[in-house]
């Protein structure tokens, strides 16, 4: 490395201190001393380090979860068409269980010289995860958008759902359809959005059901596995054993597990239990039944997305505060009103 230093001093004109100042980003370099360094690197062949190549103009990351769910390749498609329209064009990057990490994905795009990034339900929405990861991104300059997720104390833009909104427009029509005992299939409790929906339930129960029900007795109703059709299904199963006649679900794909698993015991979806899914997947209006669900506002949320990174590559400052989306209630055939009597779900359950 020395030689190389003594080589690009020599080439560029300059000592070999100056050199290192310019290689390690330190300040004290005049633009003039920094523009030789990198000259004379590009003429010797060397490579230069990720943090001094060029930024691509018009290359940005969007770094989304798997692809099964349908909701985020819509995202995808929004935010394309939205950067499209200001000469941007995304590098898309899916996450997959076991696949390529998040961290390791942002390393490839710093080297392709990106614009900024766009992170969709990313390790941001993980309580458990180290806000440094993106504190350092922020820190080097480099525009950011974190969507369905939140990190204290880091100065990016946060645009989300209401996740308690949500929570309490299914309960809410759930209680005006008559019924009390509501079941919340969610994902994992680690995630942002996830306790978001817990405290969200815990209220709405509260508000449209009972006001004396306890802690104790609403995380009884509360099932946490994952966002998958397999996860809706068990995390009914666990429902349906303490007597619910309607679940809501965190996902579309959830919904459709519980379903399933509804009709596993021999049980009729509205009849005997009702199912609200969350997301308005595109085609589950075709499901059987058709699902009544809350619909995430996903193309407002990844056209504020695309838009709130443009922004801040244009000089503007992240805004302060998060940025929430209320989700709305689309009403098909999967409810209907409480059973008049309740129906012993434990009896049907195979094996039982």
């Known amino acids: 490395m020395s030689v190389k230093l003594a080589e690009i001093a020599q080439r560029a004109g300059v000592s070999v201190a100056s ?41 940005v990351g969007l770094i989304i979860p798997e692809l099964e769910n349908p909701i985020f390749p819509r995202f995808a498609q929004v935010v394309e068409t939205t950067l499209a329209r200001h000469g941007y064009t995304p ?21 392709r010289g990106v614009s900024g990034i766009i992170f969709v339900s990313g390790m941001h929405s993980n309580i458990d995860s180290d806000p440094g990861r993106y504190q350092a991104l922020v820190e080097r300059g480099l ?20 996740d308690t909104a949500a929570v309490d427009i ?50 009884s109703l509360i099932a946490c596995t994952v966002y998958s059709v397999e996860g809706g299904a068990a995390a009914a199963h666990h429902l349906l054993d303490r007597g619910v006649t309607a679940i809501a679900c965190g996902s579309d794909l959830m919904a459709l597990g519980a379903i399933q698993a509804a009709r596993q015991r021999g049980l009729q979806v509205p009849r005997d239990i009702s199912v609200v899914g969350s997301d308005d997947s595109k085609l589950i209006e075709y499901t059987d039944p058709p699902l009544t669900t809350v619909r995430q506002p996903v193309a407002a949320i990844a056209d504020a997305a695309a838009g709130a990174l443009i922004d801040q590559i244009a000089g503007l400052s992240a805004p302060p505060n998060e940025l929430l989306f209320r989700p709305e209630l689309v009403v098909r055939r999967s409810t209907a009103r409480a059973p008049a009597a309740g129906v012993d779900q434990r009896a049907t359950r195979p094996g039982l």
Do not use: W
Request: aromatic letters at 6%; hydrophobic letters at 40%.
């Open 143 to 162: 525009p950011i958008v974190l969507v369905n997720g939140f990190v204290d104390g880091v100065k990016a833009s946060f645009i989300a759902t209401d």
């Open 19 to 59: 050199v290192s100042r310019v290689l390690n980003d330190k300040p004290g370099v005049t633009p003039k001393t920094r523009e030789a360094v990198l000259t004379a690197i590009d003429i010797l062949g060397y490579e230069r380090p990720a943090r001094l190549r060029p930024t691509v103009a018009g290359l």
């Open 170 to 219: 299914a309960v809410g029509y759930l209680s005006e359809m008559g019924h009390r005992d509501i079941g919340l299939a969610l994902g994992q409790p680690r995630y942002v959005p996830v306790l978001r929906r817990i405290d969200g339930f815990r209220a709405a129960m509260r508000a449209h059901v009972d006001e004396r029900l306890s802690d104790e007795d609403l995380d």
């Open 91 to 111: 590098v898309l990057c899916t996450q997959s269980l076991g696949g390529v990490h998040e961290d390791d994905y942002v390393k490839t795009l710093l080297d």
